[in-house]
């Protein structure tokens, strides 16, 4: 039995499928009684098909004027201002770069650290990106922050996205450091990887000898 007040467009559409109706003329129903939720998402599909195209132009503007901009600072101090206000930007990554070589030579590991890590995020992957992985692994070593700096030196190894021969000199260091911390087995596993993988003939060589200063069978 049904209740006054029922929701009538619920009504009709039982009944159209409750009946052996053509597959076409349940569809026609189906639209009909739904008509206003086809409408929203064409609305919907109409606005994303506007403001993509719109945002991709917007973001290319932005890009050439940010390059006009970049090129046109002229002191290291411009550039790490310039770097704080797009921080996210690859341009943005070249100027942390800058400054935390900048810190690192000049023996300022804490804010040479920092500078690699934001320098690190902007870059992303490629040899700039894990350049900057591995500068902040040695700035945080070298700063005293010696657990920190082996996690950052095991993150820039494994790091798929950086080039081997990147990734097989943080594996070198990590050795280095495994002997340093009395942990033979880890610096064994290390150049292990070295000798067994695809790093580069260099460090293939140097993980051998390495191996034999410290007494270690591969």
Partial sequence: MSHPGADEPSKVLDIAFQKELPFEEKCWHLLRVRAHH?????YLLLSVGI???????LRDIYGKRL????????????????????????LAGLCFLEAADQA???????????????????????????????GKAMSLLLGGEAEEGRIAL????????????????????????????????????SLSYLVGGD???????????????????L
């Fill in 154 to 189: 095991l993150s820039a190894a494994t790091n798929m996205h950086y080039p081997r021969s990147l990734r097989g000199e943080a594996f070198y260091l990590l050795a280095i450091l495994s002997m340093e911390r009395g942990k033979p087995h880890k610096a064994k596993q």
């Fill in 51 to 57: 403001v993509l195209p719109l945002a991709l132009w």
């Fill in 67 to 90: 390059e006009h901009r970049f090129a046109a600072l002229q002191t290291p101090e411009d550039r790490l201002s310039f770097a704080e206000k797009h921080r996210s930007h690859p």
């Fill in 104 to 134: 690192y030579r000049a023996k300022n590991y804490s804010p040479a650290a920092q500078h690699y890590d934001r320098a690190q995020s902007a870059l992303k992957g490629g040899i700039l990106g894990g350049r900057a992985a591995l």
């Fill in 199 to 217: 790093y580069g003939e260099i460090w293939q060589e140097q993980a051998k000898e390495l191996a034999r200063n410290y007494q270690l069978e």
């Fill in 38 to 42: 086809v409408r929203r998402a064409l």
